[in-house]
């Protein structure tokens, strides 16, 4: 094929005058028999001034708008690096076992017979390949120089930052277990040595050595003096934290305490002052914070001290309790743990300044949302809702309660019971919320911080544990017809199908809660959270969302967004946890 001769000639027509036809560059044939592609540049941007200029001061030039824009104006959380991000893979990449890390063999095997009992295939976590070594090692770089300085061994200082329901736990509690052991193990050979001195010294000076020395009344030398402290923020937690360590004890062979406001004044003394002696204790810091006031002695041991939530427990209202507990611990501390699954940018900027040297574990997906956590939104202002939001969140619960019917229709012994948490973000809407869903014959319960020590604990055991198939519901109409969408109707307009009163729905148990539900509690029985109110911040996002989805489970969050609620901020968290990105 061969173009024509005449291609890029100049024209040939004339103008009345003589002069060459221009050929019009702004015509659809304007880019044909040219001998290069003469491409338009891109259309040149007005300036505001033009725009403001042509519009006669009516129209504002329009600005892009940059990603995450409505979650920056929060700055609610402190940003990690990309950079850093990609080289922690990389160096977690490289551990694949439990059986790497340095862990003492009663540790190590405590992991799968009681920590992890029952799971197959066990791997580290993230946060445990990146913590457990370095925990187990030596001190940070300034710390050994200051050391060396000194002649004193410096506290090390860490922050061990990681996602929600990623096993920070252990990540903490196997070196912490490490070190007691290894201590005690010294602590023996010292004592054996110093009672070997002590008879040669007798025998020396004294003619009735032989004689038996007399009984000793003294109590166990750690006698309320624990050696390891972990704080955490309610008594949920304590009993949480408590229990797994309380199994790890079963195989580690140390004694452990929890201790909180729900147990009485009575069993606190008895934990804390048991003959036997402490080596770990679970508390939280206002109870620890006024019991060092009437015996400082209970913080003169600590070696190991744990500050689980510390995004929480270093905000203003636990701070000055936290504080006290650190202070009076710190001579005698090596190692300052924090723990926490966000860095607020005000828990930065207090750490920045407070411990300059602590050393950071940060995982490569701090701060995003997983993506197998699902985000739905369902707009309270539309029909058949009409602002209507506490029908909306019946409703929303109905369908989640039908689609396990309808997974095993007519068989309620094999539907699972379904587990949903709702988070409010006020404690008087707890009881409002619950009330009305149980209007709706749905299995609700309130728990807020009015809610009784031993109830809370009651309550919330039933949304932390597995039960695998499970026992059956009464359905009090089984045969009543099923009517309405089995799904959950993001952004829908479908009609409602909250049922008439007296209509129970079977195999569903809802948990109305604030904050307080959303801080730590090990939730593995939720697959569905419903942010009834938008969260105030990111940090709010991640904890309530977190309760789902967990060590790598599926999960599904609802956001009812109502007129008064920021839109803006949920499209971007949505956009965020889509994507896989850390939410700003
Ligand atoms: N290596 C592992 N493999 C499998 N499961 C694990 C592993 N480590 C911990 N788990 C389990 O993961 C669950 C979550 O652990 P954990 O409560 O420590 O999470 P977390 O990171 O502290 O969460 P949060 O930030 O919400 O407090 C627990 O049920 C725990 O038994």
């Known amino acids: 094929m061969s173009l024509s001769p005449k291609v890029s000639r100049p024209p040939t027509r004339t103008t009345p005058s003589g002069q060459p036809v221009r050929r019009r560059t702004n015509s659809p044939f304007a880019g044909m028999n040219q001998g290069s592609a003469d491409i338009r540049r891109e259309p040149h941007a007005r300036s505001e001034a033009e725009v403001r200029r042509s519009s006669g001061g009516r129209e504002r030039p329009k600005k892009a708008r940059e990603p995450f ?64 070594p ?54 023996v050979e010292l004592e ?55 199994l790890l004890s079963h195989t580690v062979k140390f004694r452990s305490g929890l ?48 500050i689980d939530e510390a995004d929480s427990l270093l905000d203003r209202s636990f701070a000055p309790s936290t504080s006290t507990v650190i202070d009076k611990s710190t001579p005698s ?21 407070r411990f300059p040297d602590m050393r950071r574990l940060v995982t490569p997906n701090l701060h995003a949302i997983p993506r197998r956590v699902q985000l739905g939104v369902v707009d309270v202002e539309k029909e058949p809702y009409r602002g209507n939001k506490i029908l909306a969140c019946a409703d929303t619960i109905w369908s989640i309660g039908k689609a396990a019917a309808e997974h095993a229709p007519g068989d309620t012994e094999r539907a699972d019971i379904k587990r949903i948490l709702v988070f409010v973000n006020e404690r008087e809407k707890t009881q409002e ?62 009609s409602p199908v909250t049922p008439p009163p007296r209509r129970h729905l079977p195999n569903t148990k809802v948990l109305v809660t604030t904050d307080l539900g959303s801080r730590g509690i090990d939730t593995l029985a939720v697959r569905h959270v419903i942010l009834y109110d938008v969260p105030h911040s990111t940090i709010d996002f991640i904890h309530r969302l977190g309760r789902t989805g967990r060590m790598g489970r599926r999960g599904r969050g609802i956001v009812l967004v109502g007129k008064n609620d920021r839109r803006d901020v949920v499209r971007e968290v949505k956009e965020g946890m889509f994507k896989g990105q850390a939410l700003i």
């Open 433 to 494: 919320v619950a009330e009305y869903l149980t209007s709706k014959g749905i299995d609700a319960v309130a728990l807020n911080r009015d809610t009784p020590e031993q109830r809370q604990s009651e309550t919330l055991g039933g949304f932390t544990t597995i039960t695998p198939k499970t026992a059956p519901e009464t359905a009090k109409d089984a045969s009543a017809p099923r009517s309405g969408p089995n799904y959950i109707a993001f952004n829908h307009t479908a």
């Open 192 to 246: 054996a040595q110093k009672k070997i001195r002590e008879e040669e010294e007798r025998k020396k000076v004294n003619f009735h050595a032989l004689e038996p020395p007399p009984l000793s009344n003294a109590p166990h030398p750690t006698t309320g003096r624990p050696r390891a402290i972990i704080l955490v923020p309610t008594s949920e937690l304590v009993t949480q934290v408590g229990n797994l360590t309380k």
């Open 333 to 353: 501390l090596q190692q300052l743990i924090l723990c926490s699954a966000t860095i607020p940018r005000s828990l930065d900027s207090y750490l920045r300044q």
């Open 259 to 306: 201790i909180s406001s729900a147990y009485s004044g009575k069993v606190i003394r008895n934990r804390l002052f048991a003959p036997t002696g402490i080596d770990v204790l679970i508390s939280t810091p206002h109870l620890l914070a006024s019991i060092s006031e009437s015996d400082p002695n209970i913080l003169s041991r600590v070696s190991h001290l744990v």
């Open 69 to 132: 824009h409505a979650l920056k104006m929060q700055k609610a959380l402190s940003a990690v690096s990309y950079g850093q991000r990609a080289s922690i893979k990389a160096k977690i990449s490289e551990t694949e076992s439990f059986d790497e890390f340095p862990l003492l063999p009663m540790v190590k095997e405590s992991i799968a017979t009681q920590a992890l009992s029952g799971m197959v295939d066990l791997v580290p976590t993230p946060i445990q390949r990146l913590a457990i």
């Open 134 to 187: 370095i925990l187990l090692g030596n001190e940070t770089r300034a710390a050994r120089r200051r050391s060396a300085a000194s002649g004193k061994k410096e506290m090390e200082q860490f922050l061990l930052a990681a996602e929600t329901g990623s096993g920070k736990t252990l990540a903490y509690l196997l070196p912490v277990l490490d070190a007691i052991k290894r201590a005690e193990v010294i602590d």
